[in-house]
């Protein structure tokens, strides 16, 4: 792995947390991810599942956990199966974890191989009133592919039709949603290596650079650092590429005096950064750029300021959406009688500024977590405002990542250039 080891007392504490709101007598059991298959032999590169590694640190394929707090038999209470090398393996794939490196890592001392997995669950499942299963149940998901979790409680509900079925998933977005310090440390590096790679490209930046050039630049400076590479596929948009919310070709030349919106961020040992800035091609903002940059920067800053403890998620939209409403009538894109005649399903606003401003942050992009519950101290939230004016091929975007303290917040990206005047500093070596 590229990243520096993660201290076990993470995983263990987060194993220990759960294991309070499991129901007694209660099993919990947890699958990696696939490798996912493209074409002839070939597959994609690996991914692992987030619950599995939150509560384990395993960043490796084939493996299960089993939590069980009340089996009378101590030695199956945490159980990590994994998958056995050889020889073979070790030339074709490299060395996968040893049993005593496995330990280290979890915390966990009762560790198998995968071959003696029916042997050791069939000690353990009968001895359950509840199996806690996983699911993906992001409100956002709309994947067909069958995953692993999928399959196998398929096969457990055909062997063990009387067993009681509880989702596992409502409690892992629970915890997951208030990062632990270490947790929260991983992030920062993550947005420590964004700054790099975004420092580097505002020197890189020019009229005739390609879009994709751009991608290549954050790519080297991302991967030297220890990371992976990007945490999700990057928008590199130039011009009215901008106005397009999910833009990915990254194959257009970036022209003289159109505004290049970077949504780019790395990741770290699995944490993702999530960071957005709108910067002039030629290193100069034109007064309507300036404009427009400055007005989603003050909703920026308004929204920031909301993400404290004790607001909840649609208040906080509703009252970002107001924020919104006027500095579109200050640029002269919708007008008070807009707002009077609006549909309150779609707000006048939406026309230009169409997404949410925040969304959780974790080991996820779009990580879990409760909309209807109020923001906690240990929260990370995105915060992005945008405004895009299609009819003038202009978008702007800023986004930062901000942690919620007991104490209001913090800015986990507060390093990283913002200001336009900084932008046009450093895009023009002053």
Same mark, same amino acid.
């Given at each position: 792995?590229?990243?520096?080891?993660?201290?076990?007392?993470?995983?263990?504490?987060?194993?220990?947390?759960?294991?309070?709101?499991?129901?007694?007598?209660?099993?919990?059991?947890?699958?990696?991810?696939?490798?996912?298959?493209?074409?002839?032999?070939?597959?994609?590169?690996?991914?692992?599942?987030?619950?599995?590694?939150?509560?384990?640190?395993?960043?490796?394929?084939?493996?299960?956990?089993?939590?069980?707090?009340?089996?009378?038999?101590?030695?199956?209470?945490?159980?990590?199966?994994?998958?056995?090398?050889?020889?073979?393996?070790?030339?074709?794939?490299?060395?996968?974890?040893?049993?005593?490196?496995?330990?280290?890592?979890?915390?966990?001392?009762?560790?198998?191989?995968?071959?003696?997995?029916?042997?050791?669950? +069939?000690?353990?499942? /009968? !001895?359950? &009133?509840?199996?806690? $299963?996983?699911?993906?149940?992001?409100? @956002? %998901?709309?994947?067909?592919?069958?995953?692993?979790?999928?399959?196998?409680?398929?096969?457990?509900?055909?062997?063990?039709?009387?067993?009681?079925?509880?989702?596992?998933?409502?409690?892992?977005?629970?915890?997951?949603?208030?990062?632990?310090?270490?947790?929260?440390?991983?992030?920062?590096?993550?947005?420590?290596?964004?700054?790099?790679?975004?420092?580097?490209?505002?020197?890189?930046?020019?009229? +005739?650079?390609?879009? /994709? !050039?751009? &991608?290549?630049?954050? $790519?080297?400076?991302?991967?030297?650092? @220890? %990371?992976?590479?990007?945490?999700?596929?990057?928008?590199?948009?130039?011009?009215?590429?901008?106005?397009?919310?999910?833009?990915?070709?990254?194959?257009?030349?970036?022209?003289?005096?159109?505004?290049?919106?970077?949504?780019?961020?790395?990741?770290?040992?699995?944490?993702?950064?999530?960071?957005?800035?709108?910067?002039?091609?030629?290193?100069?903002?034109?007064?309507?750029?300036?404009?427009?940059?400055?007005?989603?920067?003050?909703?920026?800053?308004?929204?920031?300021?909301?993400?404290?403890?004790?607001?909840?998620?649609?208040?906080?939209?509703?009252?970002?959406?107001?924020?919104?409403?006027?500095?579109?009538?200050?640029?002269?894109?919708?007008?008070?009688?807009?707002?009077?005649?609006?549909?309150?399903?779609?707000?006048?606003?939406?026309?230009?500024?169409?997404?949410?401003?925040?969304?959780?942050?974790?080991?996820?992009?779009?990580?879990?977590?409760?909309?209807?519950?109020?923001?906690?101290?240990?929260?990370?939230?995105?915060?992005?405002?945008?405004?895009?004016?299609r009819e003038e091929g202009l978008g702007i975007r800023l986004e930062n990542d901000i942690l919620i303290t007991d104490n209001g917040n913090v800015d986990l990206m507060a390093h990283i250039p913002l200001e336009p005047e900084e932008i046009e500093e450093w895009m023009n070596g002053?």
């Open positions: 792995m590229r990243y520096s080891p993660i201290d076990q007392k993470l995983f263990i504490e987060n194993r220990r947390r759960l294991t309070t709101l499991l129901k007694p007598k209660s099993l919990a059991i947890l699958n990696a991810n696939d490798i996912m298959p493209t074409n002839a032999d070939g597959t994609m590169g690996f991914k692992q599942n987030s619950d599995l590694f939150y509560l384990t640190g395993v960043d490796q394929e084939e493996t299960i956990l089993l939590i069980f707090p009340d089996h009378p038999d101590p030695k199956f209470r945490e159980v990590l199966f994994l998958r056995e090398t050889n020889e073979v393996i070790a030339v074709w794939e490299g060395e996968k974890l040893t049993k005593e490196q496995a330990r280290a890592a979890t915390g966990i001392q009762n560790i198998y191989w995968m071959h003696q997995y029916e042997t050791v669950f +069939g000690n353990i499942v /009968f !001895e359950a &009133e509840n199996v806690y $299963l996983n699911t993906n149940e992001h409100t @956002r %998901s709309d994947s067909y592919v069958q995953s692993r979790d999928a399959r196998f409680i398929v096969d457990f509900k055909n062997r063990y039709p009387l067993h009681n079925l509880v989702r596992l998933a409502p409690l892992m977005h629970q915890l997951r949603a208030v990062k632990q310090p270490e947790e929260v440390s991983l992030l920062q590096k993550a947005c420590d290596i964004t700054k790099q790679g975004f420092e580097r490209v505002l020197k890189f930046v020019k009229p +005739g650079v390609h879009e /994709f !050039e751009i &991608e290549a630049e954050l $790519l080297h400076e991302f991967v030297r650092n @220890r %990371s992976k590479g990007f945490s999700y596929q990057p928008i590199i948009a130039s011009g009215a590429n901008a106005c397009v919310l999910h833009y990915i070709q990254n194959d257009q030349v970036c022209k003289d005096g159109d505004i290049l919106l970077l949504d780019v961020a790395a990741e770290y040992a699995n944490y993702g950064a999530d960071l957005t800035r709108s910067i002039p091609v030629n290193g100069r903002f034109t007064k309507r750029q300036r404009d427009v940059y400055d007005a989603v920067l003050r909703v920026f800053k308004a929204a920031k300021g909301l993400l404290v403890p004790g607001n909840i998620w649609d208040e906080y939209h509703q009252e970002i959406g107001r924020i919104m409403e006027s500095e579109l009538i200050g640029l002269g894109l919708i007008t008070k009688e807009d707002i009077e005649k609006q549909d309150p399903d779609l707000p006048a606003y939406k026309k230009y500024f169409p997404h949410g401003t925040s969304h959780f942050l974790g080991l996820d992009i779009h990580d879990v977590g409760n909309k209807y519950r109020r923001f906690e101290a240990g929260m990370v939230f995105t915060c992005e405002p945008g405004i895009y004016i002053e």
